[in-house]
């Protein structure tokens, strides 16, 4: 069968390759055609667009990249119909996505979302579009299967896809010796700065991470890097400071990190996966305005951070828009490095985490599911 995949950030790009392995196993003719990243290229198939040139977070970049989006989308538009295939697959990134689903369904092409978009977090009128617009939705939180019954909506759970790349890296991944080693880092103990894979991220959490690891020189901080992000732009922050810079190890940095200080998003369920106690920072534009109306408007789960919001309570401290200061992330890292009793709470809270989030299987169960609809 052929299928067409549109994932437009660096975990839609993980997940989908996992999800596209799968497919490979159940469909021997599977054609990949598909917006992405260097994972999913490697699987094979076309990659159309890469997601790098797609990543805009913000109003302002949003508004000021208007002609950039309207062009990728009158591109994906024109190319979905011309591959003409047999299903269209969508992971998560909801602004893109749902107009394209909207294009598909006008079109007779099948859409299957995996990934639902969060919508219980903000921007719950798009609720309506997944509904009339897509024909099955793939989700990997529990409690999505009752939230979208709210709506009319049936959906199949299918687990979450981070525990699958987390289990398959276990299987091969280096030693603490070895990946110290490889890097040029000496004995002190880690902590992993994640400050995001969108160029707006980094502009806008990595100073503070910075300022913040000058004050602790026992601790070496070391950036998770980007490939698809220009080396000079982490250049451009970290220069002169104690911070090291390491590419594509992203999950070997968690497996052997003390401490992890992250840019709000998939990287904190990561970070809490690998049993690395954390703090969440975040900060679009705007300042104090924004963040008024995201506290009491738009955001509507008890934090921003997909740990809590999966617990539903607020099991590592988050700091954003106008909280991401330096003294306020300063003094929880002091309290996260340092505070034994502080750090046995969190490694509780993760182990119910955990318990919550079942087992490894989401891509094999996903790829499964939807060969069994297609061919019905």
Not at 199 to 227: C, H, R, W, Y
């Amino acid at each position: 069968m052929k299928y067409y995949l549109v994932a437009g950030e660096a975990s839609g790009d993980l997940h989908g390759s996992n999800l596209m392995k799968e497919l490979q196993l159940v469909d021997q003719n599977a054609e990949f055609r598909f917006f992405g990243g260097d994972l999913m290229k490697e699987v094979g198939g076309d990659l159309v667009k890469h997601y790098r040139e797609m990543a805009f977070i913000g109003i302002l970049n949003v508004l000021l990249n208007l002609k950039t989006i309207k062009r990728n989308m009158n591109f994906c538009k024109q190319d979905l119909l011309e591959f003409n295939p047999d299903v269209l697959i969508l992971i998560d990134y909801p602004g893109f996505n749902l107009r394209l689903a909207e294009f598909a369904k006008k079109h007779n092409i099948k859409v299957y979302y995996y990934i639902a978009p969060k919508v219980w977090a903000w921007k719950e009128y798009r609720v309506k579009k997944i509904r009339n617009f897509t024909d099955e939705l793939f989700v990997i939180f529990p409690f999505e299967t009752s939230y979208f019954k709210k709506f009319n909506i049936d959906v199949h759970y299918v687990g979450n896809p981070l525990l699958d790349s987390i289990s398959e890296f276990k299987t091969n991944a280096v030693s603490n010796k070895e990946f110290y080693k490889k890097n040029s880092l000496d004995n002190r103990k880690l902590v992993a700065l994640m400050a995001g894979s969108r160029v707006q991220e980094i502009k806008s959490t990595l100073p503070v991470m910075t300022k913040v690891a000058e004050s602790f020189p026992d601790f070496q901080f070391v950036i998770a890097g980007v490939n698809s992000i220009d080396i000079e732009l982490y250049k451009k922050y970290i220069s002169g400071s104690p911070v090291k810079l390491i590419f594509d190890q992203t999950y070997d940095l968690l497996n052997h990190s003390h401490t992890a200080l992250v840019a709000s998003g998939t990287a904190a369920l990561e970070a809490a996966l690998f049993n690395v106690p954390q703090t969440v920072i975040y900060k679009v534009e705007g300042g104090a305005p924004v963040d008024f109306v995201m506290r009491n408007f738009v955001i509507k789960t008890i934090g921003v951070s997909l740990p809590n919001i999966i617990m539903n309570e607020l099991i590592i401290s988050e700091y954003i828009q106008v909280k991401m200061t330096v003294k306020n992330v300063k003094a929880e890292m002091e309290k996260l490095l340092f505070e034994e009793e502080y750090r046995e709470k969190i490694f509780k809270d993760y182990s119910r985490l955990i318990e919550m989030m079942g087992k490894a299987g989401c891509s094999k169960r996903t790829a499964q599911k939807m060969m069994e609809l297609l061919k019905n």
